[in-house]
T-cell receptor
Framework: DAGVIQSPRHEVTEMGQEVTLRCKPI?????LFWYRQTMMRGLELLIY????????DSGMPEDRFSAKMPNASFSTLKIQPSEPRDSAVYFC????????????FGPGTRLTVL | GEDVEQSLFLSVREGDSSVINCTYT??????LYWYKQEPGAGLQLLTY?????DMKQDQRLTVLLNKKDKHLSLRIADTQTGDSAIYFC???????????FGSGTRLLVRP
């Protein structure tokens, strides 16, 4: 398996533009997570899907952020409009829940909002 | 709420042992994890320990858990330059999907 795939790896955009980040989880995994990593706040869980259904979106910063999972093999995180403070590395992770949460992380998308 | 704390930085000489420490506050923690993040990459699970264990050894890695003090440590024997990375401690409860991560410890291995 190729692991969790994220695209793009790097994104530079201007304030006010729409940004869409993409994730393909590992085949057979039924849980998907979006994280944001910054120097100031560390690693934050934004949203968690189980069987394509959003279970916990309490970490989504504000209404400018939205996430979808239309099927088991694809998820998007959208920021509209983007702001400079959204600059961060965004990780997608997936897991097949057994007795504990071994989450497999993608390589991340480094987002820079100018 | 739950909190996981780690020191920010550790520097060791190649061949020495490294010990990375972590403290957590959640007494309901069931699983404790160590993840490794190399530059430009995502986090990778290194090892984990159940809360009813005191120690776990896996090749060069030794995890020690002091549940009374809520203290977790990761010892890397014979540290190599390839071990230079950020190491994250994390905890979760039995029935929870949520991992609570520490801020990460940057390990620098000097030749």
């Amino acid at each position: 398996d190729a692991g969790v795939i994220q695209s793009p790896r790097h994104e530079v955009t201007e304030m006010g533009q729409e940004v869409t980040l993409r994730c393909k989880p590992i085949s057979g995994h039924n849980s998907l997570f979006w994280y944001r990593q910054t120097m100031m706040r560390g690693l934050e869980l934004l949203i968690y899907f189980n069987n394509n259904v959003p279970i916990d979106d309490s970490g989504m910063p504000e209404d400018r952020f939205s996430a979808k999972m239309p099927n088991a093999s694809f998820s998007t995180l959208k920021i509209q409009p983007s702001e400079p403070r959204d600059s961060a590395v965004y990780f997608c992770a997936s897991s097949f829940r057994t007795g504990f949460s071994e989450q497999f992380f993608g390589p991340g998308t480094r987002l820079t909002v100018l | 709420g739950e909190d996981v704390e780690q020191s920010l930085f550790l520097s060791v000489r190649e061949g020495d042992s490294s010990v990375i420490n972590c403290t957590y506050t959640d007494s309901s923690s069931t699983y404790l994890y160590w993840y490794k993040q190399e530059p430009g990459a995502g986090l990778q699970l290194l090892t984990y320990i159940f809360s009813n264990m005191d120690m776990k050894q896996d090749q060069r890695l030794t995890v020690l858990l002091n549940k009374k003090d809520k203290h977790l440590s990761l010892r890397i024997a014979d540290t190599q330059t390839g071990d230079s990375a950020i190491y994250f401690c994390a905890e979760s409860e039995d029935s929870s999907y949520k991992l609570i991560f520490g801020s990460g410890t940057r390990l620098l291995v000097r030749p």
